[in-house]
């Protein structure tokens, strides 16, 4: 996949989240992450409180969340309405960058927090969005992720470009970028596997 068609299919995306950003607020802001929140905290063997990258903060739910509990919580987001939104729900840091050009800081954060983002990057893009979060972290840093399951096919979805992988594949790309697994478990909790479709997975910097 060239470089050209990636842009495309990004800017596609979250031109859609641009338009949408309201009624995304409307329809996620009561959703309860807490499970995803509690195993990325859980996993850094750090002082707290935290430093945290909330990448795809979207509206700024969990930055707010993340920042209620103490944590100093910075987000980042494609979407310049998401960013503007986060800025003033959660009265924390939101930085505009696209997932495949991010610029963050060497080893500055404590733990990545990337629930229902990561996804949305062309697998052709993952292995250099997944080497530049792991610079972003301090050495043992955690890598939360949580993304819709499936069988590593990828397209898209309506107006939204997606990829859907299988823990085993997901896997590779994460120990390719040098993290190391912690934990995974499927979403909803306490449901058949075939009603659970998200699988979450939590990382740790090498």
């Given at each position: 996949?060239e470089?050209?068609?990636i842009?495309?299919i ?5 031109q ?6 309201q009624q995304?607020f409307?329809g996620?802001?009561d959703?309860?992450?807490s ?10 063997d750090?002082t707290?409180?935290?430093r945290?990258l909330d990448l795809g903060?979207g509206?700024g739910r969990?930055l ?9 919580a910075i987000?980042v987001?494609g979407?310049?309405r998401f960013?503007?939104m986060a800025r003033a ?8 960058q696209d997932?495949v ?11 990545v927090?990337?629930?229902a983002?990561l996804?949305h990057?062309?697998?052709a893009a ?8 792991h610079?972003a ?11 819709p ?13 997606g990829?859907?992988y ?12 040098g ?5 995974h478990?499927?979403?909803p909790?306490?449901l ?12 740790r910097?090498?």
């Amino acid at each position: 996949m060239e470089p050209d068609h990636i842009e495309e299919i990004t800017q596609k995306t979250l031109q859609h989240y641009e338009q949408t950003a309201q009624q995304f607020f409307a329809g996620t802001i009561d959703h309860d992450v807490s499970q995803n929140i509690a195993a990325l905290l859980d996993a850094i063997d750090a002082t707290a409180p935290y430093r945290l990258l909330d990448l795809g903060c979207g509206p700024g739910r969990d930055l707010k969340t993340l920042r209620g509990m103490g944590h100093e919580a910075i987000g980042v987001d494609g979407s310049a309405r998401f960013v503007e939104m986060a800025r003033a729900y959660s009265g924390c840091q939101a930085w505009h960058q696209d997932f495949v050009q991010l610029e963050l800081p060497a080893a500055f954060f404590d733990g990545v927090y990337a629930n229902a983002s990561l996804f949305h990057v062309p697998s052709a893009a993952l292995p250099d969005v997944l080497r530049r979060l792991h610079a972003a972290l301090k050495a043992g840093g955690v890598l939360f992720s949580s993304n819709p399951r499936g069988d590593n096919r990828e397209g898209w979805n309506g107006p939204r470009y997606g990829s859907y992988y299988d823990y085993e594949t997901w896997e590779r790309y994460l120990v390719a970028a040098g993290f190391s697994a912690v934990q995974h478990y499927y979403r909803p909790a306490g449901l058949p596997r075939d009603q659970q479709p998200w699988l979450a997975s939590v990382w740790r910097k090498i």
